[in-house]
């Protein structure tokens, strides 16, 4: 173990994902499986220790510059769904940058969370999921509740006819739930009889990530006329510290109770966290969304190097896995070490490439940007699957539009992932998936 | 400002439809240059995308229900497969292991180009034996499984225990002598001796039988008392001095070839 070489792969790492974010709605997960797929295949061979520093430094600067691609060019991931729209009008006013930054702050503080709780993490985490294994099933069906009860009847009551009122108030949220069952299915059928060659089995969820997440808003953008904003370079945040620290300690447990917890994304994970620390306001919002995803992403990541329990959570530890085991308790440590590290590099570059990021929307606008990156998503699909994989992108992306056109709730497409995972918790998903006729 | 509002709805075709301001009997609108008359209503692409995803949907689960899972050769396995469905035929090499803790089976199969483990966690194993589906050693099995690789370790996952298939292939008499003489491994077997000495374990039972000339271990492992927990009568009758017919599958351990039946039903005494 060369530690100053495996350090310097993690920066390596973060300046990749640096410029991976000028690429809307590229997911740092898609190169990285392109990375492992390069190396099963033998095309070209990355020393594997090697290889899981420099994703450590992919995936922390990732959860930092990705906000970069969901502020200014409208590409959010799975992860950003719930904090796109504040952030979204902090752009609108001209104050991206400043949405930008306090993100980067809400992540670097909640870090300093995750960094002090590196040594008690092997100890509590073993007793609590002895504590909460059996009754995962239930937690993920609570999820589920909690997304649909979060649609609500809309509309103005204004029409004249009671028929009128019924339909513009219940449209959104029937199609909001259609979407849910839709994704639900949708996800049942590619975790048991995924339609793609069996040796491209470890992204066969990958292609209805990028049709349901990345591509509608690629489509939405090269769609819809943006307003040219001016942003404002500022040398200050508009925040407060008792702010900053409330919004990194809910943005760190919801991160954590993401990264724990199988099948809960960051997402939903702040945004339970936000109701059950009380947040009130855009600023905070925004900061415990930015603190709650970063520590999603290096937390679940974290755990993969846990020397008392062996625990896989996330994509990048299920890749990582394929090639990589950490045999030995410094690893933990040292990785720990290497995300904080990188971290407080990524928040350093975060100002350069934000800079960086509004010029090139500036020049060239979101609307091209998001023509490549709609390209970039074909061409990562058919490379990492095949021509089924651009079916399953198709049909995702047409679902991740419903919550577009209908105003309905994106995190209904969670699904995909929630229904079929919490079926295989609590023992019914071979069932189902049998009854469905897809084995055989 | 109501009636604005009114003559917004009464003359509906005066107004813009894209940015709302009037226009009186333009075609192209001067403020945010419209098109007026040829316009598509976004009622019609919202039904459209509900029509595609749902007939997307169907689409993709017609489609997976149509392909057959791919039967895959045990050296073809790699990381690349995880989480892949396949199908893999193979004979079982190791009798199946069971974890009471854990609720789960065990055992090893081989092909022509390699071994690998097969698991069946809780539900699935439970079902295999409600089922009766435990295959025996040199059982020849036919089934889909879950391709799993976890941090470098490749092994198979039976999730629908219907879709298990064993096939018993018809065992051939031979005698101690040939067994041991000719090193005969990989192969089912009917086998008769006398048991010289029977030892308990805490993985199973040894029993050892002879021919006079050699000696052969009948070795029932403790799961399958687990397994065919209404059998175990036939332990507590064998003892030394009885002749004995044991069906099983050969194979080798620490160089020495022994017998594994598939339950204990497989041992007969046939002088006591």
Known sequence: ??????????????????????????????????????????????????????????????????????????????????????????????????????????????????????????????????????????????????????????????????????????????????????????????????????????????????????????????????????????????????????GGGAGFLAGMFGAFFPAITAGVAGFLAGHATAQKGDRLFIISQGASRAIYYMGAFLLFFLPTMHITRGALAWMTGLVFTPERVEYYYLAAFTMLLCAGVSFLLLTPITKLAIKLVHRYGIRTLSIFSIISCIAIVLVLTSWEGLLIMAV????????????CRRSNTLAVILVPLGLNIIGLGPTIAELLGLFG | MMNAANDKKIFKEAYCP?????????????????????????????????????????????????????????????????????????????????????????????????????????????ELIKQGKIPGVMDYIDCIFEARITRGFKYLIIEVPDYLTIYKPEPEQLTITQIIENNITMKKAIVEGVITSVRSYSSGYGIWITDGEYELEIWVPISQLSFFSNHTDILDRVAPGMKVIVKGGLKLYRGSPEIVPDSLLDIQIIEE
């Open chain 1, 396 to 407: 995702g992306a047409v679902i991740g539009m419903i919550p577009l056109l209908f105003n």
């Open chain 1, 1 to 246: 173990m060369d530690v100053v070489l495996l350090v310097l792969v993690a920066l390596a790492g973060v300046i990749i994902a640096a410029f991976s974010c000028f690429i809307p709605g590229l997911h740092i997960y898609n190169l990285i499986a392109i990375i492992v797929l390069l190396h099963l295949s033998g095309a070209v061979y990355i020393d594997p220790e090697i290889m899981c520093f420099l994703f450590i430094g992919m995936i922390v600067g990732y959860s930092f510059f990705n906000v970069i691609t969901s502020v200014f060019m409208s590409a959010p991931d799975e992860s950003l769904m719930f904090f796109i729209f504040p952030a979204q009008r902090y752009f609108l006013e001209g104050r991206g940058f400043e949405a930008s930054m306090l993100i980067g702050v809400g992540s670097l503080v909640a870090v300093m969370f995750l960094a002090a709780s590196v040594p008690f993490l092997p100890i509590l985490l073993p007793r609590i999921w002895e504590l909460t294994r059996p009754l995962l099933g239930w937690l993920i069906l609570l999820v589920i509740v909690f997304i649909l009860l979060t649609e609500w009847p809309r509309g103005l009551e204004r029409s004249e006819s009671r028929w009128e009122r019924f339909k513009e108030a219940w449209s959104s949220p029937l199609a909001g739930f259609l979407t849910f069952a839709l994704a639900g299915f949708f996800g049942i059928i590619l975790f048991f009889k995924p339609p793609i060659p069996p040796e491209r089995g470890f992204v066969a969820i990958t292609p209805a990530f990028i049709g349901i997440f990345a591509l509608p808003w690629a489509i939405t953008n090269v769609l819809s006329k943006f307003p040219k904003v001016e942003q404002h370079i500022t040398d200050s945040i508009n925040v407060k510290v008792h702010e900053i620290i409330r």
């Open chain 2, 18 to 126: 894209s940015c709302g301001r009037f226009i009186g009997p333009r075609e192209k609108c001067p403020f945010c240059g419209a098109e007026i008359k040829e316009r598509i209503r976004l009622k019609y692409i919202k039904v459209l995308a509900l029509v595609l995803a749902i007939v997307g949907v169907f689409g993709i689960f017609l489609f997976s229900k149509m392909i057959p899972v791919p039967t895959v050769k045990i050296a073809d396995i790699d990381a690349s497969y995880n989480y892949a469905p396949i199908r893999v035929k193979g004979y079982v090499i190791e009798y199946p292991d069971y974890n009471e803790e854990s609720e789960s089976i065990t055992f090893w199969i081989m092909d022509e180009t390699g071994e690998i483990m097969v698991k069946a966690y809780r539900d699935a194993a439970r």
